[in-house]
Every structure is written in structure tokens, then in C-alpha cells.
């Protein structure tokens, strides 16, 4: 009889609670959908209209700009001769700075060029000056200017020969570079 009376209490319970379900309903119970972790292709189980959805600005990282640096010129005197036929006198531009990458290359640029000029006047005036039967001086000077990211240096080479000193020679040679980089933009003779 213990037995009856056990199972009648079991059976009674089961009754309640499936009477519980009943009344709570559907909508509260899980789903296996929503048992389970979402996967990729799956969506979520609410989900907001277009137009209730507020628009959102997602924050742009800006990239910080690139500084220019101030570029700082000093004047480097490179006097000389050639076998006292031709002398020289070189102002060149000597740029600051040489932790600077970009000012390096800018001034190993110069450097470069004053070995060209030096090689200039030794070869090219020096055989002129020696043709001409006369001395030769070669003046060099320059002038620079920097806007922004450019470097604009005009340099300006002036020969003389004794047989003619009211006849120099004189070259111009624009020279532009991009600081932050050190590139070369533009070199050109006038």
C-alpha cells in the first residue's frame, strides 16, 4: 500500500508541474537554438528595427601628423688652389642636425656636391684657366629657403679669368628637397 500511496504522490507532483509549464507557457521556455552558443551565420534572438537603431559613430584614429622639421643651415668656407692657377673659394650649405635621417641624407647631398664643385674647378676651370695662358678664380655661393615640407637652395658659381675679369661665368643650379624624407624633387641648372 506504501507503494500506492508513493506513486499517487509522485503522479500528483508530475500533474502540478506539467500544470506549471502550462500556465507559464511557451514563450518563457528555452529553445534549443538558444541553448546552444551563437555560431557565425546564426543572428541573435532579438534584434532591433533599422529605424530604432540610434546611427553610431565609430571613433576615427587619426594619424598623427608627420612633423616637418625646422631644417637649420650653416655656411661651411672650402677654400682652395690648383697648382696656383685656379683658386676657389666654396660657401656650402651645412645642414644641423644629422640624427635626423632625412636631414642626413639632405647634407650627405652637399657634401657629395662640394666634392663635385672641388673636382669642378680642378679639372674644368684649372684646363680653361691653362688653354687661356691665366689664373682662374671660381666663387661659389648660396642661398636658402624652407616653406613647409621644402628646402629650396639656389646655388650660384661664378668663374673669372684674369685675362677677361669683366667677362665671369656664372651658373645657377636650383636644388629642392622634401625635409622629411630627404628626397631629391627637383635639380635644375638656370
Known amino acids: 500500500m506504501n507503494r500506492l500511496k508513493i506513486f499517487a504522490l509522485g503522479a500528483a507532483l508530475c500533474l502540478a508541474l506539467t500544470a506549471c509549464a502550462v500556465q507559464i507557457g511557451p514563450a518563457a521556455q528555452l529553445t534549443p537554438a538558444e541553448t546552444q552558443p551563437m555560431q557565425d551565420e546564426q543572428q541573435p534572438v532579438y534584434s532591433e528595427s533599422a529605424e530604432q537603431t ?3 559613430e565609430l571613433p576615427v584614429e587619426e594619424v598623427p601628423a608627420q612633423s616637418v622639421p625646422t631644417v637649420v643651415i650653416t655656411t661651411d668656407v672650402e677654400d682652395g688652389f690648383f697648382d696656383e692657377v685656379c683658386s676657389y673659394r666654396l660657401e656650402m650649405p651645412d ?20 666634392d663635385s664643385l672641388e673636382n669642378y674647378c680642378g679639372t674644368t676651370v684649372y684646363n680653361e684657366a691653362q688653354t687661356r695662358n691665366t689664373v682662374a678664380n671660381v666663387t661659389g655661393a648660396f642661398t ?43 635639380d635644375s641648372a638656370g
Open 95 to 114: 645642414i644641423e642636425d644629422n640624427d635626423d635621417p632625412a636631414l642626413e641624407k639632405i647634407e650627405n647631398f652637399f657634401d657629395a656636391f662640394e
Open 144 to 186: 636658402a629657403a624652407q616653406e613647409a615640407e621644402r628646402l629650396t637652395v639656389t646655388y650660384t658659381l661664378t668663374e673669372t679669368y684674369a685675362d677677361q675679369p669683366g667677362a665671369a661665368v656664372e651658373r645657377t643650379r636650383t636644388i629642392v628637397f622634401d625635409v622629411t624624407t630627404g628626397e631629391l624633387l627637383e
Open 54 to 56: 540610434p546611427a553610431r
